[in-house]
């Protein structure tokens, strides 16, 4: 026989041990089943958990088996192109059966990964290049907005019209990303005057409102504030302090917030209100907002946070970040803005768990999501012409010495001491690795 269809649903909750077949008869003790056993008698014990993969039967043909395996060691070919390990001692029952769960769980979602990959190289080819820029918006004023900051209009109303539908303006501090994005606001709101926002990549018919919700820290509200004022007409709402809701009737989030162009809030009151499912108390979340802009969207890189997740569960039909450093120190800081995003399949942890390992030509496919959802230019890039995206005058400088009076030098000295002393215990622990809630502060000394 040259392959043996085994049906997982009859063999894992057959009441006796089934026998094995030819196609084993040289392999030592392979299981194939997840869960606890009580039979020790049969190569094929009995799970304790029924599973069901769909009720489709698996084939698993001769060459599936690795004769190349070690002795403690079989591997099944069960989801190509994976290799499943089967160790043949016996662990945890609980662990067996979570991690062959994962396992399939992701195997199933791999062909959506390929799916979206696919789509995103083929959106990749409509993506603006570096000399496509947008005209300036007539409504926006004050302002002349630079080359690189067209061209960043032309990418992003690319990235509005595919999935995920937003994406992150990776910017370096100092070129412009507030004001290009009021610029991109104006824009938009010139161009779906005409449309039916119930109908924009909105598969729920729910209606959104024609409004684009900041999340920013509560220190750039007022700079938020200012530069909308400044640079557009657009009707500017803060929603922040104790008496933010009594401009929000019960029930009446809608119409409130629709009213306005823009609404502004902080970080800190988006958690808060996610802790509530009450309507009236939590009227952030009680609409479907037009566009969600995080300012400052490292913010979220703790995709465990309560403030990410409170970020991420905000009803809107475009998604935005803005950040200076997308990535701080881990590849899960990106995932935390794709789970923002809504990406999918890769706003799934375990996926892009699986993704963003050493497997599936991680890399490449990594630089694919990253040149497709991330536009960032730096301070030292060069245009089309050769020259700075921001021309800036030569640095200059110049060193001041100050001379300390005797009651000045006198708590430097002491301030110095403490601080060395807290250094020296800090080393000193973490050499003998213990805990410890010293905070070390780097000064001049």
């Keep these: 026989m040259s392959s043996i269809q085994l049906k997982l649903d009859k063999i894992w909750n057959h009441t006796d041990p089934p026998s094995k077949p030819d196609v084993f008869a040289n392999i030592n003790e392979i299981k194939t089943c997840i869960g ?18 769909n009720q489709r039967p698996f084939v698993l043909p001769p060459p599936a088996i690795n004769s190349n395996a070690t002795s403690s060691m079989r591997t099944i070919q069960l989801i190509d192109p994976m290799i499943t390990p089967m160790p043949t001692t016996s662990t945890s029952s609980l662990k067996h059966f979570q991690s062959a769960q994962n396992l399939f769980s992701i195997g199933k979602r791999m062909p959506e990964v390929e799916v979206a990959l696919t789509q995103l190289v083929a959106n990749m080819e409509k993506c603006p290049r570096p000399e496509q820029e947008l005209p300036q918006p007539l409504s926006l004023r004050n302002v002349t907005l630079h080359g690189y900051q067209r061209h960043a209009l032309a990418w992003m109303e690319w990235r509005e019209s595919n999935p995920p539908f937003g994406g992150i303006l990776a910017d370096d501090m100092g070129l412009g990303k507030t004001v290009t994005t009021i610029a991109f606001l104006q824009l938009r709101m010139n161009s779906i005057k005409s449309e039916s926002t119930e109908q924009i990549f909105d598969a729920s018919k729910v209606r959104a409102i024609p409004t684009t919700l900041v999340i920013c820290p509560a220190t750039l509200m007022s700079h938020w504030e200012t530069e909308i004022t400044k640079f557009s007409r657009m009707r500017c709402f803060i929603y ?18 629709g009213q306005y162009c823009v609404v502004l809030t902080s970080y800190e009151l988006v958690r808060a209100e996610y802790t509530s499912s009450d309507e009236c108390k939590n009227p952030l979340f009680a609409v479907k907002w037009q566009r969600v802009v995080l300012d400052e969207a490292h913010r979220i890189r703790s995709h465990k946070s309560q403030t990410s997740q409170a970020c991420t569960a905000i009803d809107a039909i475009y998604r935005w970040g803005l950040t200076g450093t997308p990535i701080h120190n881990k590849a899960d800081d990106f995932y935390s803005l794709l789970h923002f995003l809504h990406y999918s399949p890769f706003d799934v942890y375990s996926t892009w768990k699986l993704f963003s390992s050493n497997q599936y030509k991680s890399i490449e496919r990594m630089k694919t999501i990253v040149r497709s959802l991330i536009l960032r230019r730096t301070k030292t890039d060069y245009d089309l012409n ?14 001041i010495w100050l001379r300390l009076s005797d009651e000045e030098m006198k708590h430097y000295q002491r301030i110095r001491m403490e601080m060395t002393d807290a250094y020296k215990l800090f080393i000193r622990n973490r050499r003998e690795k213990k805990k410890t809630n ?7 000394m």
Excluded: M, Y
């Design 386 to 399: 050769g020259k700075l995206l921001v021309p800036l005058p030569s640095k200059q400088i110049e060193d």
């Design 438 to 444: 010293t905070v070390v502060l780097f000064t001049l």
């Design 36 to 53: 606890n056993t009580e039979s020790k008698s049969s190569s094929f014990a009995i799970p304790a958990a029924r599973w069901r993969p």
């Design 240 to 257: 922040h302090g104790s008496s933010r809701k009594k401009d929000i009737p019960t029930g009446g989030a809608i119409r409130a917030f």
